[in-house]
Nanobody
Framework: QGQLVESGGGLVQAGGSLRLSCAAS????????YGWYRQAPGKAREWLGT???????LYRDSVKGRFTISRDDAKKMVFLQMNSLKPEDTAVYYCGAPAIGLWGQGTQVTVSS
């Protein structure tokens, strides 16, 4: 079925940027739709955006214009570029393909004020 592994999290100051990566081990990677999600302490996991085959993306309103999802099908990678980060963006970020039951282990992003 495959595996997803996120990387790139860390500590950043408000207004800064981070780029998260998600490595997928799927034979059919190019046909799959992937999304990024996050979960802050004490809150439910929330959807941030999705990228489908061909690169078409959809975003949650609160991150639209700040976050960009991209993919590299040759490398089987999905990326989340986060700009103008705010303290409220602090969370564990997950790469997922819920339609096929795949989730990564998550990577912590902490934004200091």
């Amino acid at each position: 079925q495959g595996q997803l592994v996120e990387s790139g999290g860390g500590l950043v100051q408000a207004g800064g940027s981070l780029r998260l990566s998600c490595a997928a081990s799927r034979i059919t990677f190019g046909l799959d739709t992937y999304g990024w999600y996050r979960q802050a302490p004490g809150k439910a996991r929330e959807w941030l955006g999705t990228i489908g085959p061909g690169g078409y993306g959809l975003y949650r309103d609160s991150v639209k214009g700040r976050f960009t999802i991209s993919r590299d099908d040759a490398k089987k990678m999905v990326f989340l570029q986060m700009n103008s980060l705010k303290p409220e963006d602090t969370a564990v970020y997950y790469c997922g393909a819920p339609a096929i039951g795949l989730w990564g282990q998550g990577t912590q992003v902490t934004v200091s004020s």
